[in-house]
């Protein structure tokens, strides 16, 4: 019977890292350039919003939280995941681990539920015109996108503080990171709580699911109806399902992995399933909203180029 240790256990090693050995200064190269495109892209957006007072709608409330929300979430991995591809060996400290998996998983449940507020926004936008002032007032929107927060943090809360009180029977992660799933497969103890935990979660995801699906019937029905509504729809409905279709596949990708992931496929496939949802919505939510909405593309290519006058008017200040 194996030796089972709980907060003694001290660190994990993470494994994942074991097949990059041969091209550990290439994925290093790609995964800056990558957090540094993240970086640049949800900030321009949310400095855009704040900057801009005739964009204080709801909408561009929630894509403001949605790109904070892109910046907490990668905070929790890329820092960590580029300083294990400059070193040797591998390992993440107890508490550590149970931080990124607050973090990362956390930010997962935000996302998915300022996506769901965004759907009822544009619900209520196009199939109820006349109350969207007074149903999606900012007060409201503020207190909906807070509420989204507090949830989240309270549900990966509980997770965590389940999670905790496991006994452990290894240290071993087959990923880059920590995730709720692989440190509760390494325990000896009785999982079953944390198990109907999953579960409840589960629901109320799919509970989210339904809801965005419900408000996207409702509009598709009211779209038809007129030029107006299909124009409507058209520019600020497509970009809210591209994301909402780039978060779901991703995070399902990243749910059947770790749920069914089989011995016989290859750990680079793993890997490049288990970092896919760290790496494609964070970079393509804030650029599908930057180039479909007219009032945010506006608004960065009016500011570049104002960057660009005064770049150009310091070179010749200084040639002088």
């Not at 007074?134 to 507090?150: D, K």
Request: aromatic share 12%.
């Amino acid at each position: 019977m194996p030796h089972c240790h709980m907060t003694l256990l001290g660190s994990f090693s993470l494994s994942g890292f074991n097949e990059t050995v041969n091209y550990r200064v290439t994925l290093f190269s790609l995964t800056l350039l990558s957090y540094c495109i993240i970086l640049v892209v949800n900030v321009s957006i949310i400095l855009t919003i704040i900057l801009d007072g005739n964009i204080h709608e709801p909408m561009y409330i929630c894509l403001c939280n949605m790109c904070i929300n892109e910046l907490y979430g990668t905070a929790g991995f890329y820092p960590k995941f580029t300083s294990d591809l400059l070193s040797d060996i591998q390992v993440i400290s107890y508490a550590g681990c149970l931080l990124q998996i607050y973090v990362i998983y956390s930010s997962a449940m935000v996302g998915y539920s300022v996506l769901a507020l965004m759907s009822y926004d544009r619900y209520v936008a196009i199939c109820r015109p006349l109350e969207y002032h007074s149903v999606m007032s900012l007060r409201r929107t503020a207190v909906l996108v807070s509420l989204a927060w507090f949830v989240s943090f309270c549900r990966m809360t509980v997770s965590i503080s389940l999670t905790s009180k496991l006994k452990l029977c290894g240290s071993h992660i087959q990923k880059f990171y920590c995730d709720n799933g692989s440190v509760i497969k390494l325990a000896c103890s009785s999982t079953t709580t944390n198990d109907i935990v999953r579960l409840i979660y589960i629901c109320f995801d799919c509970g989210h699911v339904l809801f965005i699906l419900g408000s996207y019937v409702q509009l598709v029905k009211s779209a038809v109806k007129s030029r107006e509504s299909r124009r409507k729809f058209t520019q600020t409905c497509v970009p809210h399902l591209l994301s909402l279709f780039n978060v779901t596949a991703t995070l399902l990708f990243d749910h059947m992995y770790s749920r069914y992931g089989s011995a016989s496929v290859p750990q680079s496939v793993k890997n490049f399933m288990a970092i896919e949802f760290l790496l494609f919505p964070p970079i393509l939510n804030p650029v599908i909203y930057g180039l479909v909405l007219t009032k945010i593309r506006g608004k960065i290519t009016s500011l570049c180029m104002k960057a660009g006058q005064r770049f150009k008017l310091r070179l010749k200040a200084s040639s002088v």
